[in-house]
């Protein structure tokens, strides 16, 4: 939930208002945050680039295509490109997610 909310406060923060809150967002929002955060616990060197394949290769296997606009019901999303063709603002949404998972890596528990 965190790691969801940080990254929906940043989307918002860039004009992007597409994202419920963790309480309002639905199920294949919370499955595809929880799934980045299981990548991020079991690779925990990995770069923002396999952090947005892993999430490219999730949301394709799901259905998702590219679309201009994010659509879900068209299961369609601008960010369905390699890492490298990502805008600043979103190869930074990457970094970000990561950043927040590897606070809770780092936590004695």
């Given at each position: 939930?965190?790691?969801?909310?940080?990254?929906?406060?940043?989307?918002h923060?860039?004009?992007?208002?597409?994202?419920?809150?963790?309480?309002?967002?639905?199920?294949?929002?919370?499955?595809?945050?929880?799934?980045?955060?299981?990548?991020?616990?079991?690779?925990?060197?990995?770069?923002?680039?396999?952090?947005?394949?892993?999430?490219?290769?999730?949301?394709?296997?799901?259905?998702?295509?590219y679309?201009?606009?994010?659509?879900?019901?068209?299961?369609?999303?601008?960010?369905?490109?390699?890492?490298?063709?990502?805008?600043?603002?979103?190869?930074?949404?990457?970094?970000?997610?990561?950043?927040?998972?590897?606070?809770?890596?780092?936590?004695?528990h």
């Open positions: 939930m965190v790691a969801y909310e940080t990254n929906r406060s940043y989307c923060s860039i004009g992007d208002h597409s994202q419920k809150s963790w309480q309002e967002a639905d199920e294949w929002q919370h499955e595809s945050a929880i799934k980045g955060v299981e990548f991020r616990f079991l690779n925990p060197g990995s770069g923002p680039s396999a952090q947005h394949e892993a999430w490219l290769r999730d949301k394709e296997a799901s259905g998702w295509k679309g201009p606009v994010k659509d879900a019901e068209k299961r369609e999303h601008p960010c369905m490109v390699p890492y490298q063709e990502l805008p600043f603002e979103q190869r930074l949404k990457d970094r970000l997610f990561q950043a927040v998972v590897d606070v809770f890596l780092q936590c004695d």
